[in-house]
C-alpha cells in the first residue's frame, strides 16, 4: 500500500521561507513522478510542482521561487518554498503518479495535505 505522508507546513510572515517534505512508502519514488498541489479554501487544487528523472516542473506563479527536490535514499520529496507571499497559502497535497503531468486526475496516491499559512 502506497502512502505519502507530509510535514512542515505552518505560519509564516510574508518574504519568509518553509520546507516541505513528503514521506513515501509502498513506491520506490524514483520511478514514479512526484508532484506538490495545494488547495485554498473555495478553489479548485492546482498543480505547483513535480519531479520526474527527467526534470522538473512548475507552475508560473512560484518559478523563481519554489524548489522541488528528492532524495531517493530517503524516499522523500522535498518542496523548498522561498519569498512566500500570502495568496500561497493552502493546503499543500504531495501526489504519486506514474507520467510527467501537471493535471491532478493523473495523479495516483495522494497524502493528507499540510497546511501553509502566510500572513501579510
Known amino acids: 500500500q502506497v502512502q505519502l505522508v507530509e510535514s512542515g507546513g505552518g505560519l509564516v510572515q510574508a518574504g519568509g521561507s518553509l520546507r516541505l517534505s513528503c514521506a513515501a512508502s509502498?513506491?520506490?519514488?524514483?520511478?514514479?513522478?512526484m508532484g506538490w498541489f495545494r488547495q485554498a479554501p473555495g478553489k479548485e487544487r492546482e498543480f505547483v510542482a513535480s519531479?520526474?528523472?527527467?526534470?522538473?516542473d512548475y507552475a508560473d506563479s512560484v518559478k523563481g521561487r519554489f524548489t522541488i527536490s528528492r532524495d531517493n535514499a530517503k524516499n522523500t520529496v522535498f518542496l523548498q518554498m522561498n519569498s512566500l507571499k500570502p495568496e500561497d497559502t493552502a493546503v499543500y497535497y504531495c501526489?504519486?503518479?506514474?507520467?510527467?503531468?501537471?493535471?491532478?486526475?493523473?495523479?495516483?496516491?495522494w497524502g493528507q495535505g499540510t497546511q501553509v499559512t502566510v500572513s501579510s
Open positions: 501526489a504519486s503518479g506514474s507520467i510527467r503531468a501537471t493535471s491532478p486526475r493523473l495523479y495516483d496516491y
Open positions: 519531479i520526474t528523472w527527467s526534470g522538473a
Open positions: 509502498g513506491r520506490t519514488i524514483s520511478g514514479y513522478t
